[in-house]
C-alpha cells in the first residue's frame, strides 16, 4: 500500500500564494507520474498538472503561467507552487501518485485532498 500525505492548502486573497505538498510512503519500489488534480463545488476533478519521472511537465491552460509542479524523488515528493491565486482557483486539490511497487504491480494513488480557498 501506499500513503500519500497532502498539506499545505488555507484561505489566501486573491493575488496570494500557496505551496502544496504531497508526500509518498508505504510499498514504493519507483514513483512514477506525479501530479495535482483539483475539484470545484458542482465540477468534475479536473487536471491542474502532471510530471513525470523524466521532469517534464504538463499544466492546464487555466494556470499556465501562474502555477509550478515540481519533484523531490529523494523525499518522494510533489510540490505544487501556486502564485497571482484566482478566485476561480477555490476548490479541493488532490495529488496523484502512479508507482511501481517490488512486485512490478502499477497503482494509481489518490490523496486526501486540501482544500484551497481564494477570497475576492
Known amino acids: 500500500q501506499v500513503q500519500l500525505v497532502e498539506s499545505g492548502g488555507g484561505l489566501v486573497q486573491a493575488g496570494g500564494s500557496l505551496r502544496l505538498s504531497c508526500a509518498a510512503s508505504g510499498s514504493i519500489l519507483r514513483i512514477n507520474a506525479m501530479g495535482w488534480y483539483r475539484q470545484a463545488p458542482g465540477k468534475q476533478r479536473e487536471l491542474v498538472a502532471t510530471?513525470?519521472?523524466?521532469?517534464?511537465?504538463n499544466y492546464a491552460d487555466s494556470v499556465k503561467g501562474r502555477f509550478t509542479i515540481s519533484r523531490d524523488n529523494a523525499k518522494n515528493t510533489v510540490y505544487l507552487q501556486m502564485v497571482s491565486l484566482k478566485p476561480e482557483d477555490t476548490a479541493v486539490y488532490y495529488c496523484n501518485v502512479r508507482t511501481t511497487n517490488r512486485k512490478y504491480m502499477d497503482y494509481n494513488n489518490w490523496g486526501q485532498g486540501t482544500q484551497v480557498t481564494v477570497s475576492s
Open positions: 510530471i513525470s519521472s523524466g521532469v517534464s511537465t
